[in-house]
């Protein structure tokens, strides 16, 4: 009985009823499968809601954040425990181990026989070294953490690193100009990740061929959101009232070249994508977007 499908199981349940159906017989013939194809596609076709695929692409932050005050106390705080209950180190061995023998060297009893003994000899001290390091630590140049000129130019994906940014595309609406994150029209066979993916590929950095490094890594098949909207009434018909906006969320691991001043996308931090949305497409976008 385990070996049998649970298919033979319900038929053969419902013929051995003393010629009552039990249970109703399911038919798997060619015929019902294409029947239930056609009714999925007649209803799709009927549909007055047009079905569109949106990207969220962020990049994730480069570097640390800068600490609070109560972050900077607490890690004052573990620097000077993790130093109470530290024992001493090699280093501090060896600088030990240098000042006791320059202790004997200077004692009136000192014999001069250790010293000729290349196991006793060192070409370089420790103090000689913590001085190399002190000088190399003097000539070094920390990279700048907050760049203004390129921290105000939203069209980089080198600014604000310390923080997520997330990519803006200007796309046409209707009849106006909007700022949205990329989307695209649903195409009849592919999925809505297709669809989400293609809307990628089809931005203007992406297309040149100097930014062919350009790579994204979706986060999973199934979307994170969805944006209602309908068409102006002017515009609106019974076969076509509005769309229907699935989100699905994408990580930058690789980006191209600087793009031109005038391009039609930007990197805005979570903060600022109230200045670029509209307060309705804003809120639905709000809920799946992490400030990291």
């Given at each position: 009985?385990?070996?049998?499908?649970?298919?033979?199981?319900?038929?053969?349940?419902?013929?051995?009823?003393?010629?009552?159906?039990?249970?109703?017989?399911?038919?798997?013939?060619?015929?019902?499968?294409?029947?239930?194809?056609?009714?999925?596609?007649?209803?799709?076709?009927?549909?007055?809601?047009?079905?569109?695929?949106?990207?969220?692409?962020?990049?994730?932050?480069?570097?640390?954040?800068?600490?609070?005050?109560?972050?900077?106390?607490?890690?004052?705080?573990?620097?000077?425990?993790?130093?109470?209950?530290?024992?001493?180190?090699?280093?501090?061995?060896?600088?030990?181990?240098?000042?006791?023998?320059?202790?004997?060297?200077?004692?009136?009893?000192?014999?001069?026989?250790?010293?000729?003994d290349p196991r006793h000899q060192e070409t370089i001290?420790?103090?000689?070294?913590?001085?190399?390091?002190?000088?190399?630590?003097?000539?070094?140049?920390?990279?700048?953490?907050?760049?203004?000129?390129?921290?105000?130019?939203?069209?980089?994906?080198?600014?604000?690193?310390?923080?997520?940014?997330?990519?803006?595309?200007?796309?046409?609406?209707?009849?106006?100009?909007?700022?949205?994150?990329?989307?695209?029209?649903?195409?009849?066979?592919?999925?809505?990740?297709?669809?989400?993916?293609?809307?990628?590929?089809?931005?203007?950095?992406?297309?040149?061929?100097?930014a062919a490094g350009f790579k994204a890594t979706f986060?999973?098949?199934?979307?994170?959101?969805?944006?209602?909207?309908?068409?102006?009434?002017?515009?609106?018909?019974?076969?076509?009232?509005?769309?229907?906006?699935?989100?699905?969320?994408?990580?930058?691991?690789?980006?191209?070249?600087?793009?031109?001043?005038?391009?039609?996308?930007?990197?805005?931090?979570?903060?600022?994508?109230?200045?670029?949305?509209?307060?309705?497409?804003?809120?639905?976008?709000?809920?799946?977007?992490?400030?990291?």
């Open positions: 009985m385990a070996s049998r499908s649970l298919f033979q199981f319900v038929t053969c349940f419902g013929r051995s009823a003393a010629g009552k159906s039990v249970f109703r017989q399911f038919s798997g013939s060619p015929v019902s499968r294409e029947r239930l194809q056609t009714n999925v596609l007649t209803e799709r076709a009927s549909s007055p809601w047009n079905l569109a695929a949106a990207v969220c692409l962020q990049r994730l932050p480069v570097i640390s954040q800068d600490y609070t005050p109560i972050e900077q106390q607490f890690a004052d705080l573990m620097q000077e425990m993790e130093l109470e209950k530290s024992v001493v180190g090699d280093h501090e061995l060896r600088l030990q181990e240098d000042a006791e023998k320059m202790s004997r060297k200077q004692a009136a009893n000192y014999d001069s026989d250790e010293d000729d001290l420790a103090q000689d070294l913590e001085d190399s390091w002190e000088l190399r630590l003097k000539n070094f140049q920390p990279a700048p953490r907050v760049r203004d000129d390129v921290d105000k130019d939203l069209t980089t994906v080198e600014r604000c690193l310390a923080d997520s940014l997330v990519l803006l595309a200007e796309q046409q609406v209707g009849a106006a100009k909007m700022w949205l994150l990329p989307q695209t029209q649903w195409k009849e066979g592919e999925t809505l990740r297709q669809t989400a993916e293609r809307a990628l590929a089809s931005l203007p950095a992406a297309r040149l061929p100097a986060l999973g098949n199934s979307p994170c959101g969805v944006y209602k909207y309908k068409l102006p009434k002017a515009i609106r018909t019974e076969g076509s009232i509005g769309t229907k906006v699935f989100f699905f969320k994408a990580i930058l691991s690789k980006s191209g070249p600087s793009p031109a001043p005038n391009a039609s996308f930007l990197w805005v931090k979570k903060s600022e994508l109230q200045h670029y949305l509209k307060p309705a497409y804003m809120m639905k976008v709000d809920r799946f977007i992490l400030g990291l």
